[in-house]
């Protein structure tokens, strides 16, 4: 038999999950060993062993294909087959698995398996289609599925777009309503007859009670006011020292 590119883990919990419960009646394509073909309808409940039944004996694993087909090979195992004094098989399978033509023997049955490693229908029509050429259609079903990655993470970019968007409007109003405090405070304090300076400090605190961060603009004033009195001051200072 050849080696099989499966995950043999995966299928042993696979079979041990459905040995728990019910399985699905679904579609199939049974390739039979005098070359024919048809689609079949399966019990895939575990103490029914279609598979098992369909094949004339206990079955054993072949090989799979991807998308589009997401199909398993299942054929009987070699020591039964040679019990059961089984012909070769006249199929070709497609590859890599044409290499076995010829040396397999007894019925093969396809099998499809979703995502979750449950059995799922495949027809006889989709098997022949495959089968005509796998590069092309599996080339297609890859190009398919980014087409619809690249469709979903443009959908995020959006979202992400949206979000910022909320974000910037949350920034402006907090901006608004610190604006709007301070000018608040600043009238209440001329109200009462504070300085500028005064009017500015209850500006801060209120601002600071509200949990509103100090505008940037602020902090940048102070080093400008600073420059403006040291210039005010230097003639002044510099008359001084002539006299």
């Given at each position: ?65 991807p998308a589009p087909l997401d199909g398993v ?30 040396k397999l023997r007894g019925p093969f049955v ?111 004033e102070q080093p400008k006011a600073k420059r ?16």
């Open positions: 038999m050849p080696e099989l590119p499966l995950n043999i883990p995966s299928l042993m919990s696979m079979i041990a999950r459905m040995k728990q419960q019910s399985g699905p009646i679904v579609s199939a394509v049974l390739l039979s060993a005098d070359g024919r073909s048809k689609q079949v309808t399966l019990d895939m409940t575990p103490k029914e062993d279609a598979v098992g039944q369909l094949l004339g004996g206990k079955a054993t694993f072949v090989g799979s294909y090979v299942m054929a009987l195992r070699e020591d039964v087959a040679k019990e059961l004094r089984a012909p070769v098989n006249k199929h070709v399978l497609p590859p890599p698995y044409d290499r076995d033509a010829g396809l099998l499809r398996m979703d995502a979750d490693s449950n059995p799922a229908d495949v027809t006889l029509q989709e098997y022949q289609e495959f089968k005509a050429d796998p590069a092309a259609a599996i080339a297609k079903a890859k190009a398919e599925r980014g087409a619809q990655q690249g469709s979903d993470e443009d959908e995020e970019d959006e979202q992400d777009e949206e979000e910022e968007q909320d974000e910037d409007e949350e920034d402006e109003e907090a901006a608004l309503a610190a604006a709007a405090a301070a000018a608040a405070s600043s009238g209440r304090g001329k109200k009462r007859g504070m300085s500028t300076e005064q009017a500015a400090a209850l500006a801060r605190s209120k601002r600071k009670s509200m949990g509103i961060p100090e505008p940037e603009e602020e902090e940048q403006a009195k040291k210039a005010a001051a230097a003639p002044a200072a510099a008359g001084k020292k002539r006299k």
